[in-house]
């Protein structure tokens, strides 16, 4: 594992970028289709030749591993206990995606220790240069310690369904940050809409709300239809989009990449700065 670890670290080195962009993907509730989005969603950027890594941090309840169908030998809490190295837990996949696994049933990064924490931090720090996108992919609901995370990231990725307990919780979600951080970027993904009609009129709800109470705008990158195909790949545990391709909610997710790469392109970003806020943050605990 450590020769593994070795080895990939010089094939990022080799590859370096100047600064990783960290995405928070959150939902408000379970259910929604996040996890999924959220691969499916890295492993289109691969496809587009960006280096990409995704961070479940859905600790204790992790479903990264699962979606892609990988076998993790090493998880988040495992680097933490055991005070190993973040290039021993990476797993690269035959598509190029990069994953740290999330674990199940292994206590929550709320349990950490101080000690747990400064090495945390500076495995954290080790990834600035090796990647163009790291997504953060955040537990369902809102707790202090994964609020710290959403607010140390670039954006917030918001994933959410037609179901009015999805768009509910989805708005209560962005209340609850835009309060915390006015300047966070949200970007507005719906997912398993069943016709064109119901997915555009979701949009504009949640567009109205943000901005009649919160003065905020909600930036949609795209719309994910309802897909059988969805289904089968889950159930096969193979990402929709390496499973069928052609599928539409493959298309979509390739079209939403392009959409996000397009409406980032020009905006810098400092992975230090995400380091700093988080840091911070996590001082005040």
């Not at 408000?28 to 479940?56: E, P, W, Y």
Request: with cysteine.
């Amino acid at each position: 594992m450590l020769d593994q670890a070795i080895s990939l670290r010089k094939q990022l080195v080799s590859a370096s970028s100047n600064s990783a962009r960290v995405i928070s993907v959150v939902s408000g509730k379970g259910g929604v289709g996040k996890t999924n989005v959220t691969v499916n969603l890295a492993l289109s950027l691969v496809t587009m030749g960006k280096r990409v890594l995704v961070l479940d941090l859905d600790i204790g309840m992790g479903n990264v591993d699962l979606i892609l169908g990988r076998r993790s030998h090493k998880h988040m809490m495992d680097m933490l206990q055991n005070q190993l190295s973040v290039w021993e837990i990476i797993e690269e996949g035959k598509d190029g995606l990069h994953t740290i696994a999330g674990g199940r049933n292994l206590g929550s990064l709320t349990s950490i220790t101080d000690q747990m924490l400064v090495h945390f931090m500076k495995q954290l720090e080790e990834l600035e240069r090796f990647y163009d996108f790291i997504f953060l992919d955040m537990g369902a609901g809102a707790t202090e310690t994964a609020l710290k995370f959403v607010l140390s990231s670039h954006e917030v990725l918001v994933i959410a369904t037609p179901e009015i307990t999805s768009l509910t919780d989805a708005y209560s979600m962005m209340k609850f940050i835009y309060i915390k951080d006015k300047d966070l970027p949200f970007y507005l993904v719906i997912n398993r809409y069943e016709n064109s009609r119901e997915g555009r009129d979701t949009v504009e709800k949640l567009r109205h709300v943000c901005k009649q109470f919160l003065q905020k705008d909600l930036i949609c990158l795209g719309k994910i239809p309802m897909d059988q195909d969805v289904l089968h790949a889950v159930k096969k545990q193979i990402p929709f989009s390496i499973h069928k391709p052609s599928s539409q909610a493959s298309k979509a997710v390739y079209q939403l990449a392009e959409s996000y790469v397009g409406t980032v392109k020009q905006q810098e970003v400092s992975y230090k700065s995400f380091i700093s806020k988080l840091k911070s943050f996590f001082k005040e605990r």
